[in-house]
């Protein structure tokens, strides 16, 4: 079992910035990696970024890439969502979650969820 923790987020308003971070604990070798991921009142839930748990390898989302990073402390076992030149439309809950690779056949995309934190950017 693996547990996501998340803190951060809050009220800022258009250009300014935020940092989330998703503290992992418990059984975290067998993590394939983190993702961030958000979902905006009635509307899908949006990738936003990965981090592989064992190697570093980021990818960002096209849509935020040029104002987003994620990023990872591995003595604190920890990753960040730094989030720049923030816009109304970035406006959701931001999740973090993992897959568990000794679950592969569960059929679940993701294994484990961060309590989800609200950002809201104010114009």
């Known amino acids: 079992q693996v547990q996501l923790v998340q803190s951060g987020g809050g009220l800022v308003q258009e250009g300014g910035s935020l940092r989330l971070s998703c503290a992992a604990s418990g059984r975290t070798l067998s993590l394939l990696a983190i993702d961030w991921i958000r979902q905006a009142a009635g509307k899908e839930r949006d990738f936003i970024a990965r981090?592989?748990?064992?190697?570093?390898?980021?990818t960002v989302a096209d849509s935020v890439k040029d104002r987003f990073t994620i990023s990872r402390d591995n003595a604190k076992n920890t990753v960040y969502l730094q989030m720049n030149s923030l816009k109304p439309e970035d406006t959701a809950v931001y999740y973090c979650?993992?897959?568990?690779?000794?679950?592969w056949g569960n059929g679940n995309e993701y294994d484990y969820w961060g309590q989800g934190t609200q950002v809201t950017v104010s114009s």
């Open positions: 979650a993992a897959k568990d690779t000794t679950l």
């Open positions: 981090i592989t748990w064992s190697g570093g390898r980021t």
